[in-house]
């Protein structure tokens, strides 16, 4: 397996996104305790994910906050939980509630202390292709590909919108509990999700969620109606 991306500095962020995706996915094809042990991290915050340690600990900083660290963890366990079979119950996601709690303080505290999210919002020379990944192919982007399925296997507009919109209003922790259920939707539609964007979108999410949240919305209804030339 490669090395972490902590002893690589010289690398792309992109770059170190999808080795992790790589090394996340490759691990849970070829070992079942791991991947079991992955799964149990979904919906759970990094201080309740025992089990996950032993695969996690070398791709995270221990300077880094839990804050900036949960990214890796929720993706890596809905990595693990992608690998099962779709069951019924993905094909009614959760609830749609509002949310209306702000940030705990102490979860705002710590995004504040570390003070760091997406690099820089501007496409650096030679990695545009990635920078288009980030337009194209992010969670709004799969939503409105699973609107625009043939005949019933076609997710409710109307619903999907609403699912969007609450998601770009959710605080972090709210968004990573939320994600299970609707990334084993889109799964039973056939939809797959760029880990590597959506865990680089989760990582600016405390800093940017802004930023992330247009470009989720943007790409979403660009995705449902393009224009002439992307037809």
């Not at 600990?57 to 890596?76: C, G, I, L, M, N």
Request: glycine letters at 4%; a neutral charge; hydrophobic letters at 35%.
């Amino acid at each position: 397996m490669t090395s972490p991306s902590l002893t690589r500095p010289s690398e792309k962020r992109w770059q170190r996104l999808d080795q992790f995706v790589a090394d996340m996915d490759a691990l849970c094809r070829s070992d079942t305790g791991a991947r079991a042990a992955l799964r149990s991290g979904v919906r759970q915050p990094v201080t309740k994910c025992g089990r996950m340690h032993r695969y996690l600990a070398r791709h995270v900083s221990e300077k880094w906050s839990y804050a900036r660290q949960q990214p890796y963890y929720t993706v890596a366990a809905l990595i693990a939980d992608s690998s099962r079979q779709p069951t019924a119950a993905d094909e009614d996601p959760v609830a749609d509630e509002e949310d209306t709690s702000p940030d705990s303080e102490a979860e705002a505290a710590d995004a504040t202390s570390t003070g760091q999210g997406r690099e820089s919002a501007a496409a650096p020379d030679g990695d545009q292709v990635w920078w288009d990944r980030c337009r194209k192919a992010n969670l709004g982007a799969a939503l409105a590909r699973g609107v625009r399925l043939p005949g019933k296997q076609a997710l409710n507009q109307d619903t999907t919108e609403k699912r969007l919109h609450l998601l770009t209003r959710s605080s972090s922790y709210t968004l990573h509990t939320r994600l299970p259920e609707l990334t084993r939707y889109l799964r039973s539609r056939g939809i797959a999700v760029d880990w590597a964007v959506l865990l680089d979108d989760l990582a600016a999410w405390e800093w940017s969620r802004d930023e992330v949240a247009t470009r989720w919305l943007q790409t979403f209804y660009r995705t449902l109606h393009p224009s002439a030339d992307e037809a």
